[in-house]
């Protein structure tokens, strides 16, 4: 193989790399969970 070569593939992968990674950052999001209506679902 030539240095080309592994230069075409490493770049490829590098850029797959980072289009995995920015689509993972993308769709995961962060929600905050709170309790302050729960004494709605539970009178005593």
Same mark, same amino acid.
């Not at 309790?35 to 679902?41: G, N």
């Given at each position: 193989m030539s240095i080309s070569t592994v230069a075409k593939k490493l770049s =490829? /992968? /590098? !850029? /797959? /790399? =980072? $289009?995995? $990674?920015?689509?993972i950052g993308a769709v995961a999001q962060a929600t905050v969970? =709170? %309790? #302050? #209506? !729960?004494?709605?679902? %539970?009178r005593f």
């Open positions: =490829t /992968a /590098a !850029i /797959a /790399a =980072t $289009v995995i $990674v920015l689509g969970l =709170t %309790f #302050d #209506d !729960i004494s709605a679902y %539970f």
